[in-house]
Nanobody, 126 residues
Framework: QVQLVESGGALVQPGGSLRLSCAASGRTVSDLTMGWFRQAPGKEREFVSSISWYGAGTYYSNSVKGRFTISRDTAENTLYLQMNSLKPEDTAVYYC???????????????????WGQGTQVTVSS
């Protein structure tokens, strides 16, 4: 089993930055495909970013490309999402996801992940 615990969500002004963390247990992050998804009120959960199990492949949705950066720290066994130039439309609950499958291409769909965190709220507002 893999357990994921997100943290770092907050209220931030437009143009600001936040870093989300996802602490993993049960498996090392270098053995997992991992990603971030978000869900805004009244909307479906959507892909934000993912990182391949080998760490070199990173993928982003068009809406966050150039503003968000996904990374992982194997020593801390933690996944991160650095979010810069935040916009009101980034407001959502952000979820960390993981899977033991070693996908050869980008894992950008909900169905590709078996393990999920509880979510952390990000609100971008002045």
């Amino acid at each position: 089993q893999v357990q994921l615990v997100e943290s770092g969500g907050a209220l931030v002004q437009p143009g600001g930055s936040l870093r989300l963390s996802c602490a993993a247990s049960g498996r090392t992050v270098s053995d997992l495909t991992m990603g971030w998804f978000r869900q805004a009120p009244g909307k479906e959960r959507e892909f934000v970013s993912s990182i391949s199990w080998y760490g070199a492949g990173t993928y982003y949705s068009n809406s966050v490309k150039g503003r968000f950066t996904i990374s992982r720290d194997t020593a801390e066994n933690t996944l991160y999402l650095q979010m810069n130039s935040l916009k009101p439309e980034d407001t959502a609950v952000y979820y960390c996801a993981a899977d033991r499958a070693k996908y050869s291409t980008a894992a950008i769909t909900i169905a590709q992940y078996n393990y999920w965190g509880q979510g952390t709220q990000v609100t971008v507002s002045s």
